[in-house]
């Protein structure tokens, strides 16, 4: 089993500039995460989903979408990519409900300048 | 205030020492974890408890929730332990969302 699998690992973007950072998952997993970390700073939870067709909003979803059409992928989307969105972005699954274990994706380190 | 603090934020330690972490956090939680991230890496999980104490390997984790504090042992550490070591705290709820420390760099030269 691969896990959590992101695709692209590395991206640098221009302002204004927009893409989609893909999170793939293969334990059937109900609970899916979008995190960002910044030096200095916790993980974040940009947005989240609790099942195919369902997302909801984290901490910090302004400039951010995302889209769960199917059960194994996540999507999270930039549509006009800002300095402030450079940071380093984590997939994250888990199954459903309380106490349990999240697996997180290898990250995506995304620049924009 | 930030919900949970870790200390130290950095620790060098030699290799062999024994090295506590520590985690304070200010809300009621269902579930503690411990993570760790190599410098470039992923992050993995090391344990997840709501109670007393476990231990994997070298590693020990405890909890008082009374106190609302956690420690990460490591027993005779050695080189391939340097890594960020992250606390997070699950409030509970059907979402099973975290909240997470800013982390604990740890250095063990050999």
């Known amino acids: 089993n691969a896990g959590v699998t992101q695709t692209p690992k590395f991206r640098v973007l221009k302002t204004g500039q927009s893409m989609t950072l893909l999170c793939a998952q293969d334990?059937?997993?109900?609970?899916m995460y979008w995190y960002r970390q910044d030096p200095g700073m916790g993980l974040r939870l940009i947005h989240y989903?609790?099942?195919?067709?369902?997302?909801a909003k984290g901490e910090v979803p302004d400039g951010y979408n995302v889209s769960r059409l199917k059960k194994q992928n996540f999507l999270l989307g930039l549509e006009s990519a800002a300095p402030s969105q450079t940071s380093v972005y984590f997939c994250?699954?888990?199954?459903?409900?309380?106490?349990?274990?999240?697996?997180f994706g290898p990250g995506t380190r995304l620049t924009v300048l | 205030k930030n919900e949970v603090e870790q200390s130290p934020q950095n620790l060098t330690a030699q290799e062999g020492e024994f090295i506590t972490i520590n985690c304070s956090y200010s809300?009621?939680?269902?579930?503690l974890h411990w993570l760790q991230q190599h410098p470039g890496g992923g992050i993995v999980s090391l344990f997840m408890?709501?109670?007393g104490k476990k231990k994997h390997g070298r590693l020990i984790a405890t909890i008082n929730i009374q106190e609302k504090h956690s420690s990460l042992h490591i027993t005779a550490s050695h080189p391939r332990d340097s890594a960020v070591y992250i606390c997070?705290?699950?409030?509970?709820?059907?979402?099973?969302?975290?909240?997470f420390g800013t982390g604990t760099l740890l250095a063990v030269q050999p």
């Open positions: 994250a699954s888990s199954y459903m409900g309380d106490y349990n274990e999240q697996f």
């Open positions: 334990m059937n997993h109900e609970y």
């Open positions: 989903s609790v099942g195919e067709g369902t997302t």
């Open positions: 809300v009621g939680i269902s579930a």
């Open positions: 408890l709501s109670s």
């Open positions: 997070a705290v699950g409030p509970g709820g059907a979402t099973n969302k975290l909240i």
